[in-house]
């Protein structure tokens, strides 16, 4: 029993291992978002401490570190939270962080959304994060709002820069927000931006990753801008170079329909590999039900003949070896009417003869 539940455990975790493939297969397209009140992403700052300009610094020694290498494709996308009904909760809140490339890539940003308050007297934000690039100088602040449809390089509603790369590989970035504004129109706070890593066209690996279609240049006039072929045509700018803004998503029709033919042999694999999975299954509980059967078939000595078994072989190997053969009665009958008459012991009668002889006693003759 104790091999059969091995077996069927071994056979439940190769199914929920091919589920698992096949689903990574089809969603492999994407992305992994992280969240900015998670301790993966933000350290807290100084909020609330009243420094002023020193926050910006403090915030330095406890900073974490997003690394997209562990991410597919090298990209992740940092959201504002992950319960949208607790934006209130980002009131005068402050944290640091900064993304790096894998060795020898650099780092591009691009705002999908946002809503990050401005003032209303001017364009100026309330709330806002901002970044430092190779130059070390901090970015001016980037608030206002922004929708995931507007594809635009300059939005009219977005205050600062929405595309920032690093050729170093590295950027660090500031959020922050002010307190609550009775005047304010409580429209939740939302942010979203997506960080990617580009490598160098021109060198050798980059060439041959190139020549078999796995990277593309998304840029036409630079060279340090390859990035995986399976982030074109999903539907998320990547690539937001100045000459080429959104080159990834350029010229879709054909990527999509062959996206398309992809995904659905995907899915054709999925559902062969679940019902030949199934099937496998079936056959197998089929099989061990039939076994189970026949097994508790098989007739069994009861407790009673087990006992009396046990018993017999005990007093077996208990009892010495024999010293003679035990006589039976039959060999008893068979060797008496096998004797000769002259090897009988003679009678009674012949030994102690009757006769009428009277025993006489002394008498006792008197004095």
Known sequence: M????????????????????CILQITSGSYVEQYLESVEVCS??????????????????????????????NTVVIKMS?????????????????VTAPKKHGVMMTVRSMHLRTRRDSKSCRDYFKFKQDNEVWTNPVCGDLSKDDNSKNPEDLVGPRF???SKGEIDVMFHTSGEDPDDDHKPFSLEILFTAFADCSTPQMTKLVAEDKYRQCS?????????????????????????????????????????????????????????TLVIVIVFVLL???????????????????????????SLSTAGPPSAPPLTLERSVNSS???????????YDALFPSSDVTITQPVQKKK
């Not at 104790?2 to 199914?15: D, G, P, T, V, Y």
């Not at 982030?231 to 998320?236: A, P, Q, S, T």
């Open 164 to 166: 920032i790369s690093s």
């Open 337 to 347: 009417s096998t004797m000769k008459s002259e090897d009988l012991p003679p009678p």
């Open 82 to 98: 992950r319960w949208p009904a607790m934006w209130s909760s980002f009131f005068n809140f402050r944290c640091q962080f900064t």
């Open 220 to 276: 036409s006039i630079r060279k340090m801008s390859c990035i995986p072929k399976a982030l074109y045509c999903d539907g998320v700018i990547n690539c937001g170079f100045d000459d080429d803004f959104g080159a990834d998503e350029l010229n879709c029709a054909t990527e999509n329909k062959h996206n398309e033919i992809k995904r659905s042999i995907s899915i054709y694999v999925f559902a062969v590999t679940a019902v030949s």
């Open 44 to 73: 807290a700052g100084s909020g609330g401490l009243g420094l002023g300009v020193l926050s910006e610094y403090i915030g330095d020694l406890a900073k974490k570190r997003v690394r997209l290498a562990n991410f597919p494709n």
């Open 2 to 21: 104790a091999r059969l539940k091995s077996l069927w455990s071994w056979i439940h975790f190769f199914q929920i291992l091919s589920a698992f493939y």
């Open 288 to 314: 061990v039900c039939c076994c189970m059967r026949k097994f508790q078939k098989t007739p069994r000595p009861t407790t009673g003949n087990r006992s009396r078994a046990l018993d017999m072989e005990f």
